[in-house]
């Protein structure tokens, strides 16, 4: 996807802030919290919750955005910027590559049961606990 050309460089850093408060807060959430499934089994924390549930539903919804954005085009529509499916998802996988969440994305399937971004994994209850700074 591609800014203006030339760049507008207000909007591009704009963006690269709001990234970098999306991971503080992930990280925040998964360094202060303990998950804890409903229906019984170990808590979880830190980076096992984040590569767990965290990089499992973040993969979901990416490939869930590719899906729409074909059968979007398919059906003739576009955004404000036009933009190509292929271009699309070059982005989306340019976005997770190399990341936390890279594995699970290339092995996410969206089925036709499961075609929506809410969340369809295990229940868990959240716990507040001392903070655990698991990015050194």
């Not at 976005?95 to 295990?122: H, K, M, P, V």
Request: proline share 4%.
């Amino acid at each position: 996807l591609h800014f203006e050309d030339p760049p507008n460089v207000q909007e591009l850093k704009r963006a690269i802030k709001n990234r970098r408060r999306a991971r503080t807060l992930v990280y925040w959430f998964f360094s202060n919290h303990s998950l804890t499934p409903v229906d019984g089994g170990s808590s979880v924390l830190g980076l096992e919750a984040l590569s767990q549930i965290y990089a499992t539903f973040l993969a979901h919804q990416a490939k869930l955005l590719v899906v729409y954005k074909r059968e979007a085009f398919e059906s003739g529509l576009d955004g404000e910027i036009p933009v190509k499916v292929d271009d699309f998802e070059s982005a989306v996988d340019d976005c997770l590559r190399d990341g936390f969440a890279w594995s699970n994305y290339l092995q996410t399937t969206i089925s036709s049961e499961n075609r929506s971004f809410l969340w369809f994994e295990r229940k868990y209850d959240i716990t507040r606990m001392p903070a655990v700074d698991f990015r050194k």
